[in-house]
């Protein structure tokens, strides 16, 4: 644990987070999880939000109460498995804006390249969360937070369910301004590039696909 990046630690989060990982676990209840758990954890990287008050009566007497200041907070889901963890976030911020990056592996030269991308405006007034459930090489998340940075974002923290040592390393190297939270840090990445010993891939448990 750093100020770079935080483990939730959280007996819910930990419970659930191993049923997840379990291979025998069906779509659906996967699903059910990262709902409960990506909510979960949206409580713990939305914490130290820069905050405000506001005139309120409450039945018995006027007081100046606690709100968030500043423009809605943006979401950016980095396709397709940050998807999976949209639904639980948006439950407790519901008008936060959302936005979504596609890139894929260029085969020759292994770097992520750019196929879609839809942002909220007014990046720089937002605190940006970048969402991708599996932190594994590290290589897209820093590509996406480029990104997100070349369209004006200075406030930018990074949700992940899983995370694994390279990536943690790569992303505080390329972008040591962007705390990250993951609910869980694994032993390492295998020659395929998952997460051991990780879930799966995380699409593909979430869509049920193969
Ligand atoms: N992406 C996944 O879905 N799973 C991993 O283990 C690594 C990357």
Redesign the pocket.
């Known amino acids: 644990m750093s100020d770079h990046l935080t483990v939730v630690d959280h007996p819910l989060v930990q419970h659930k987070l191993t049923i997840m990982r379990d291979k025998t676990t069906s779509t659906a209840k996967f699903r059910q999880l990262l709902r409960e758990v990506s909510m979960l954890l949206a409580y713990e990287v939305t914490r130290r939000m820069e905050m405000t008050t506001q005139r309120i009566e409450t039945p018995i007497q006027p007081m100046d109460a606690p709100i968030i200041a500043g423009r809605k907070l943006a979401l950016v889901s980095i396709l397709r ?1 940050g998807n999976g963890l949209l639904d639980g976030i948006l439950e407790l911020v519901p008008s936060a804006r959302v936005g979504f990056i596609g890139l894929y592996r260029d085969p020759e030269t292994l770097q992520p390249v750019q196929y879609y991308c839809k942002l909220p405006s007014e990046l720089d007034e937002r605190l940006v969360i970048v969402v991708d ?2 932190l ?1 090489t590290g290589n897209s998340s820093a590509a996406a937070v480029d990104l997100l940075k070349q369209a004006g974002a200075q406030n930018i923290r990074f949700l992940c369910l ?1 995370a ?1 040592p390279e990536g943690v390393k790569r992303m505080k190297e390329a972008h040591p301004d962007v705390p990250i939270v993951t609910a869980a840090l694994d032993e390492r ?1 295998n020659d395929h ?4 010993p ?8 979430m869509f049920g696909t193969k």
């Open positions: 498995a459930p599996m594994a899983l694994a990445l590039g998952y997460i051991v990780g879930l799966g891939d995380a699409g593909d448990r």
